[in-house]
């Protein structure tokens, strides 16, 4: 049986680098420069920033990031499971894990942007919980980008 862990990394490892390259190719293929809208890997290693990896029989196959926005807000960002590793339910582990994070910073929601492109994330966030909002933060309207919630108290 394969086993999986979730746990808080740096984003700094070679693994964890190949991973968000992988992630920024796939980004690039779907959607205009302008429209992604990636942390770099510098971003992550703020203090404001919980970086969760996902391994796979300790292989890296997976991460996000919380970022701690607000008072009583955060945002998803840089969520991405391997192709390999997909049909894990990955996306969803990690995305809990994420909320636990935001949970235990006393944050009330969590915010994402995606791409219309992707709908096994916009899935994943629907079924969640998570509903469409409008444009939040810095960012602008933008007819490729989709914005969701969640309340998480």
């Given at each position: 049986m394969q086993k999986i862990t979730i746990a808080i990394e740096s984003p700094d490892?070679?693994?964890?680098?190949?991973?968000?390259?992988?992630?920024?190719?796939?980004?690039?293929?779907?959607?205009?420069?302008?429209?992604?809208?990636?942390?770099?890997?510098?971003?992550?290693?703020?203090?404001?920033?919980?970086?969760?990896?996902?391994?796979?029989?300790?292989?890296?196959c997976g991460c996000v990031g919380l970022f701690c926005k607000g008072q009583d807000w955060g945002e998803i960002k840089r969520m991405y499971v391997d192709d390999a590793a997909r049909g894990l339910s990955l996306g969803k582990q990690l995305l809990s894990a994420l909320e636990d994070q935001a949970r235990d910073a006393k944050l009330d929601w969590v915010r994402l942007e995606t791409g219309i492109h992707q709908p096994q994330a916009i899935g994943l966030y629907h079924r969640a919980g998570y509903v469409d909002i409008p444009p939040f933060g810095d960012y602008l309207p933008d007819p490729v980008s989709v914005f969701m919630e969640k309340r998480l108290s």
């Open positions: 490892q070679p693994e964890v680098i190949a991973l968000l390259e992988a992630s920024d190719a796939y980004a690039a293929a779907l959607y205009p420069a302008e429209s992604n809208h990636m942390a770099s890997i510098d971003s992550l290693m703020t203090p404001d920033v919980t970086f969760l990896v996902a391994r796979l029989d300790g292989k890296i």
